[in-house]
Every structure is written in structure tokens, then in C-alpha cells.
């Protein structure tokens, strides 16, 4: 089981990255996914989430409107596309697969908004 984040990087604020989760192990259809980030001194936290066939999707209230969470079960990928990035999203995301008794987590990418 594997969950591969990538598309992290440097960024100044008020531009876009777009992060990609690609999973490979277990039927990436069957499970639910989220998006988590952790800025160094604090818990981590819930930024978006996708039901398995993406028909209903959560976001944080800090990145309503700006961040937005899919998936390609086809590529077995979720993504969250960031944009009108601003100084506090730095953190490192982490993307999580969820079933019932089931858990798996990537290892996270960088996400730096700084001029």
C-alpha cells in the first residue's frame, strides 16, 4: 500500500500549485479521501475532503473558495488544486485513504508561500 503526494514547492502568495495523491496497493475507488496539512508547531489538520465517487465534497474554512479537491479514479489520483495561495498555507500536506478499519496516509509534500 502507497500513497505518493507530490506537486509541492515554493510559491508567492497569490499563486497556484496543484498537489497530486496517486495510491497504488488497494482499490483506490472503494475509499474516501483527504487532504490534512501540518505547519511546524501545530496538529494537524482536515483541509478537503471526496467521497469515493466524488459526488460530495468538505472543505475547511479557511480555503473555501480558494482550494478545490478532485479525483480521477480511472488514474487512482486525488488532487487539490490551491490557488490565491497566501502565507499561512505553508505547511506539509498530507493526503489519507479511509474504509471502514482502514487507514493510509502518504508522506507529505512541502508547500512554502513566501515572497
Known amino acids: 500500500v502507497q500513497l505518493v503526494e507530490s506537486g509541492g514547492g515554493l510559491v508567492q502568495p497569490g499563486g497556484s500549485l496543484r498537489l497530486s495523491c496517486t495510491a497504488s496497493g488497494f482499490t483506490f475507488s472503494n475509499y474516501d479521501m483527504r487532504w490534512y496539512r501540518q505547519a511546524p508547531g501545530t496538529e494537524r489538520e482536515l483541509v478537503a475532503a471526496?467521497?469515493?465517487?466524488?459526488?460530495?465534497?468538505n472543505y475547511a474554512d479557511s480555503v473555501k473558495g480558494r482550494f478545490t479537491i478532485s479525483r480521477d479514479n480511472a488514474k487512482n489520483t486525488v488532487y487539490l488544486q490551491m490557488n490565491s495561495l497566501k502565507p499561512e498555507d505553508t505547511a506539509v500536506y498530507y493526503c489519507r485513504a479511509s474504509f471502514p478499519g482502514r487507514l493510509y496516509w502518504g508522506q507529505g509534500t512541502q508547500v512554502t508561500v513566501s515572497s
Open positions: 471526496i467521497t469515493r465517487a466524488g459526488g460530495i465534497t
